[in-house]
Each structure stands twice: as structure tokens, then as C-alpha cells.
């Protein structure tokens, strides 16, 4: 049992900034991946970024640069900070969890999303 939950969503005009956040609870593994993925209409699920127990981070093209993903384990949380913000980042994002029991056993976990605008 599982539970994400995202914030930190809202209208911002472009080359502005937004901070999301992404709090779980419930069972959560010894070795994690920590992650943000977007939808925009229309579209199919873009996976963003994410990070490792050590803070090892790896971004998609479209926001290398310009996005920041960041982890406190200590209270499961994480965050993407977005930075130089365009139209084409409008989408929902939602936040991931991905338990790794072995390498052969990982479970994805999902959050509800929040909708980020970007529009002047």
C-alpha cells in the first residue's frame, strides 16, 4: 500500500518557475527511484526525471538544464524544480515511486497529478 501525493502545481507565465513536491507513505523499499512523468493533452505519458537512494539524477532532453529533481529520504519526499518554463511544459505531472525488492521484483507507484500551465 502505497500513497503519492503531489503539489506545487499552478499558472505560471513562461521563463517563470514552479516547484512541485511529492510526498508518499505506506510501504516503501530500502532502494528507490524517485521520479516526475507529465501528460498533456492529447498526448502520451512523458517520463521527466528522476533520481536514485544516492541522488544520482537523469533528465529528459526536453528539460535538461532548466529542471532540477531532488530527494529527502528521510521523509520520502521529493521534488522537481522548474525553472525557464515554456508552453510546451503545460501538462499534468505526476510523480512516481518505483519499489526495488530485487531486480527482478520493482513496483510503480503513481501519483494523482497537478496541472502545470505555462501561458502568459
Known amino acids: 500500500q502505497v500513497q503519492l501525493v503531489e503539489s506545487g502545481g499552478g499558472l505560471v507565465q513562461p521563463g517563470g518557475s514552479l516547484r512541485l513536491s511529492c510526498a508518499a507513505s505506506g510501504s516503501i523499499s530500502r532502494l528507490t527511484i524517485m521520479g516526475w512523468y507529465r501528460q498533456a493533452p492529447g498526448k502520451e505519458r512523458e517520463w521527466v526525471a528522476h533520481?536514485?537512494?544516492?541522488?544520482?539524477?537523469s533528465y529528459a532532453d526536453s528539460v535538461k538544464g532548466r529542471f532540477t529533481i531532488s530527494r529527502d529520504n528521510a521523509n520520502n519526499t521529493w521534488y522537481l524544480q522548474m525553472n525557464s518554463l515554456k508552453p510546451e511544459d503545460t501538462a499534468v505531472y505526476l510523480c512516481s515511486l518505483n519499489n526495488i525488492w530485487s531486480s527482478s521484483r520493482q513496483y510503480e507507484y503513481w501519483g494523482q497529478g497537478t496541472q502545470v500551465t505555462v501561458s502568459s
Open positions: 533520481t536514485s537512494n544516492s541522488g544520482v539524477t
